[in-house]
């Protein structure tokens, strides 16, 4: 296939995209490349791509496409939290809009990548895809919204698809750090505590991002009478886990550390389990290789390997919503999350 996607810088999408050309597919991304300065190892950098706010995108940057894989977006609960009209811009109405400009040119696939965090705060009962929303940031609530508009765009010409990730973990060349496992690891390596900032009792299903990968690439293979106008939890059953074992497999995995719980942690009010049992049942070449502890110690592993400090993870360099707001001190970025235009410093002879 002939595949756009959007985000292919961020964190999931730059172990995608070579995942995709792996599986033979043609592919161009699309990003506006926030976090640029913030890269953790080598991209695949011959992919072409169009420089560009996925609130700008017009009908011909979509035509001759055979599928649109839309991750771009305000990635995280602290950046929807900076300025929650700018991520129902961004990540709803910007994502509604994709979505219409695709049908309008026949992209005939449109896979959103949405989250299990529009189940929110639904507790410990296993829930699957038939379950309530209950989204408790505008993060979520922006995915459910997403969903919710674009399942009504479908039709016989146009067949969107919504795969709810678990929390996303694992090493990328733009990576996260405030992802739990990620995140957990490095506290752990760079001070010997495995930092809880809550009191570690919700439930949070986990996966790996080379799996969410796979799960994308299984639904471009499919039948589309399979995955038409679909919901999927992506993860696996048994990767569901309450934040402390988390912590205790971190605690296992980096030698010497011990576990710490921030000042005054207390429950997270998110907290869900979800069955991933459907994305299998109807996709059995989707084959997940991942869980957390081999996650864990990948990333201890490259941790290691380029000696991460604690001013890095926690610092402007790869924590978004820091990064963020330092490119808006600087004036290199606009209150709506837009790049300003720098002018050239003028030389002698240009002023002349």
């Not at 609960?77 to 040119?105: F, H, Q």
């Not at 930092?195 to 299984?218: M, N, Q, Y």
Request: proline letters at 5%; one cysteine or more.
């Amino acid at each position: 296939m002939r595949i756009l996607v959007t985000g292919h810088r961020g964190y999931i999408g730059a172990v995608l995209v070579p995942m995709l050309l792996k599986a033979g597919h043609e592919v161009t991304g699309l990003d506006s490349e926030l976090y640029e300065r913030c890269d953790f190892g080598n991209f695949q950098s011959d992919v072409p791509f169009i420089r560009k706010d996925v609130r700008d995108v017009e009908a011909y940057d979509l035509e001759g496409y055979d599928a649109v894989l839309h991750l771009a977006g305000l990635s995280n609960d602290p950046l929807g939290d900076l300025n929650p009209r700018l991520t129902y811009e961004i990540n709803y109405w910007a994502s509604l809009n994709l979505a219409r400009l695709a049908k309008t040119v026949g992209v005939e696939r449109f896979v959103f990548s949405s989250s299990c965090s529009n189940y929110g705060a639904s507790g410990e009962n296993i829930i699957d895809e038939e379950a309530e929303f209950k989204p408790v940031t505008p993060y979520g609530r922006s995915k459910v919204l997403v969903e919710r508009t674009v399942s009504g765009l479908a039709d016989s010409v146009f067949s969107p698809t919504f795969l709810r990730n678990a929390t996303a973990y694992g090493l990328s060349p733009r990576l996260r750090f405030d992802l739990v496992l990620n995140n957990l690891v490095a506290w752990a390596f760079t001070t010997g505590e495995v930092h809880l900032k809550s009191d570690g009792t919700p439930w949070r299903p986990i996966v790996h991002i080379e799996d969410i990968s796979r799960a994308f690439i299984a639904v471009l293979n499919a039948p589309r009478e399979l995955v038409h106008n679909e919901a999927f939890n992506v993860g696996i059953d048994v990767e569901n886990y309450q934040i402390r074992e988390l912590a205790e497999i971190v605690k296992e995995t980096v030698p010497g550390s011990r576990i710490d719980f921030a000042e005054g942690a207390g429950p997270d009010k998110r907290c869900y389990r979800v069955d991933c049992s459907k994305l299998r049942r109807t996709l059995p070449e989707f084959e997940p290789v991942w869980n957390a502890r081999l996650g864990a110690e990948q990333l201890f592993e490259a941790y290691k390997q380029i000696g991460l400090r604690l001013e890095d993870f926690e610092g402007p360099r790869f924590k978004r919503i820091d990064h963020i707001k330092e490119l808006i001190a600087n004036k290199e970025l606009g209150p709506d999350l837009r790049w300003n235009e720098i002018e050239e410093p003028k030389t002698a002879a240009s002023a002349e």
